[in-house]
């Protein structure tokens, strides 16, 4: 069974973007070496940001230490069950305002650009990830003692794919869905 | 003189990260072929997003179109003398709502990630990607008769790299800085 499921595109992508994809499947006995963790974090690091303010810190834990089970904990109860299994968990925080309290617009933008350089750079090192929306900021606020300025936006699984089948009937179906998006018809408001 | 300018990085990056920047001196006789534009807004189409909504929209506008002088029109002053050499604009535009009025959660955070795949996937094509955060957004619905619950967040100068000083003294010194980040340690809040 193939765990790669290539973007159907009308164009072709270069591979790191058209391999890419979410899996729930991840090897619950694969670790990340610090060098992976290393590389993904300064792809994160590097991405552009609105006037280069780098409004986007981040929360790492590894599969084995105390803050996994920390942000585990924080998961919404149907993603546990397979996030559990990532090698690392990161928390993508938003920093919302300046020291002085001005508000960052594009605090948010910059950190969805900041996890996607991350996500690029996991794919170049054989990893995939899996964001997550379901879980509890305020939760995650409170185990890691945040200001009230840095809001918890996603939960990043990140790992190496295993077989759909140890997913059992609950997630392997959804598992294995062909990948589908809208149009470029219908996500292009206008083009000349 | 050299544009490529490298990160430097703590790690090494994938070659499509690594060599990524944002320039101000787009080369204003290069065109973008229809092909190279449906290829990095296919990337931006394959990106994840919380739950697949999808909450991005784009506008497209070549240089010598209509809309091109639109969304240069919606610039703040300081961004027109450079981002008018562009070969292409394009406005992100965040989805807020559902159909039924739902907010979007992550509606910014996933326009910023699928505009960091168009990006990704516009150096593979040759291109560098500039995102401009200064321009009027209301002007910008008002000119594309967008409903209230599309947000224009950014707009990105999308080309082909030329020789910095023919951008004149006022922004060549800013284009031949070194680029800088806040250390891993900065933005790294807990590490397990």
Do not use: K
């Not at 508000?103 to 996890?115: H, M, T």
């Not at 003692?145 to 959804?174: K, T």
């Amino acid at each position: 069974m193939s765990t790669v499921r290539y973007a159907e595109t009308a164009h072709p992508l270069v591979d790191l973007l058209n391999e890419r994809w979410s899996p729930r499947s991840f090897d619950a006995t694969a670790e990340i070496s610090e060098a992976q963790l290393t590389a993904i974090l300064e792809a994160a690091r590097w991405a552009p940001s609105a006037a280069n303010f780098q409004p986007r810190r981040f929360i790492v834990a590894t599969r084995g230490s105390l803050a996994f089970d920390q942000v585990v904990s924080t998961l919404a109860e149907g993603n546990q069950p397979w996030a559990v299994r990532a090698s690392a968990l990161i928390v993508g925080v938003a920093v919302t305002t300046s020291p002085e309290g001005a508000a960052y617009r594009w605090a948010e933008y910059d950190l969805g650009q900041a996890i996607a350089h991350l996500t690029v750079q996991a794919h170049a090192e054989g990893l995939h990830v899996h964001q997550i929306g379901g879980f509890d900021p305020a939760m995650a606020s409170d185990l890691f003692s945040l200001d009230a300025h840095l809001v918890p936006v996603s939960v990043s699984a990140i790992g190496f794919v295993a077989d759909a089948e140890q997913l059992g009937d609950r997630f392997a179906a959804r598992e294995l869905a062909v990948r589908s998006r809208l149009t470029l018809d219908e996500i292009v408001l206008h083009r000349s």
